[in-house]
Each structure stands twice: as C-alpha cells, then as structure tokens.
C-alpha cells in the first residue's frame, strides 16, 4: 500500500451515544462474519435499525445491505473468501498485522483472552480471540468498556484494513468505516504506526500458534446473562 494512500476517515460523531456504539458494533459483527442465509434474511430487520443511527453512520452501513441484497448469495460466499481469506493485508485477525503467524503473537493473544475472561467469557477452541466479529460481538452484548479499550488499542489495525479494503473496492471498508466512527481519531502516532503496518506486512515466519492454549467453550458465561 502507498505511503501517500493513509487518508483521513471521517471524525466520530460527537453526539454518537453508548446504545449507538454498541447497536453499530452488533451489526459490524454480524455483516463482518461469514454471510450465512440467516444473515441475508436479516436484512431488512437490520435495515430498519440503520435508520435509527446517526445521520453519518447510515450511509455506510445502508450501502453494505444493499450490496447485500443485490449480490447472489454463492458470489457473497466467495467474494468473502477471497476478501478475508486469501489477502494478507485484509486480515480480520488484528494481531496478525504486527505478528504475522509467530510465537511473538501468542502472547498478544492471550492479551484479549484474559480481557474476555475477565469478564466471565470463556472462548472455545474455533475462533481465535483476536478476530474482529468476536471482539465487537464481545464490545455490544458482553462488556462495552473492556470491549472498546481493545478496540481503542488496535486502532492503526482497524484503519489500516479500512484502508486496504477501499483501495480495493471492497463493500466491506463501509463496514469497517462504520466501526472506527465510534472510535477516538487516529491520532499522528497512529499514522506512524499505520504507515510502518503498511510498509512491512505481517512477519512471514509460519511457526504456527502451539503456545497459545484455546479452551473448550465460546461465550458461555456470556450466554447465560442475556
């Protein structure tokens, strides 16, 4: 990515309240994870909430459910495979940016399993806890402030991928506009930190995650409060 790509993202609405934030961070969570049929028949449920969000939000996320009502549902699948999947630089995993595959990551993850745990979540073994679905579904039905402060800290991440996705024209960089709205600005040692991400890629050592332990349930404690 080009240096001289790092655009600025639109300011956080300043009127933007606790139900909005979490209302946008519930539905980023969903539309980020892998388009089931029970996401599409969503759509127009979701879409009703939208027009409840601030005036600035809407549009990004009106866009994304329109693209998914027009979209076939096999073209979804694949086009989401090929976004998040296949594409180093469009990784939904936010410690895999700065750690790539190695060792040095399993200690950044355990950072957001003792988070979730903290707040009597316990993370099954099918999901790695830094994946942007589960943190946001963690920040809106879970704990908003521990939630948003692992959000806050991996902001030059999340705009990075932004970024990523709309140089590539991806629907997806709505969504990912959406979320970092409810975020403080990047600042000018995020865009340092934003420009180092981009120059140097993920770490390529592929040693794989053994020292990180995952356990055996997601989100049980959590289940039982709702």
Not at 27 to 34: G, I, P, Q, T
Not at 91 to 103: I, V
Not at 165 to 179: E, T
């Amino acid at each position: 990515m080009s240096l001289l790509k790092l655009r600025r993202r639109p300011e956080p609405a300043a009127t933007m309240s606790e139900r909005d934030r979490r209302l946008i961070w519930r539905m980023a969570a969903l539309l980020l994870d892998y388009p089931t049929e029970q996401t599409l028949a969503m759509v127009d449920e979701l879409a009703a909430v939208v027009g409840e969000l601030p005036r600035d939000i809407q549009p990004h996320l009106g866009r994304f459910l329109t693209h998914l009502r027009s979209t076939d549902p096999i073209v979804l699948a694949q086009r989401y495979v090929e976004t998040f999947d296949m594409r180093r630089r469009a990784s939904l995993h936010l410690t895999f940016y700065a750690y790539g595959d190695t060792r040095k990551r399993g200690m950044a993850l355990l950072r957001f399993k003792h988070a979730y745990r903290h707040a009597g979540v316990e993370l099954g073994d099918h999901e790695l806890p830094d994946h942007l679905p589960v943190l946001l579904e963690f920040a809106a039905t879970v704990d908003p402030i521990g939630g948003e402060r692992l959000l806050g800290e991996h902001v030059p991440v999340l705009e990075l991928l932004r970024l990523s996705l709309s140089d590539n024209g991806s629907p997806y960089s709505d969504l990912l506009a959406a979320v970092t709205a409810t975020l403080p600005p990047v600042t000018t040692a995020d865009r340092r930190r934003i420009a180092e991400l981009a120059a140097q890629g993920p770490p390529e050592e592929e040693v794989g995650l053994e020292p990180f332990a995952m356990d055996p349930t997601m989100f049980a404690a959590a289940e039982g409060r709702r």
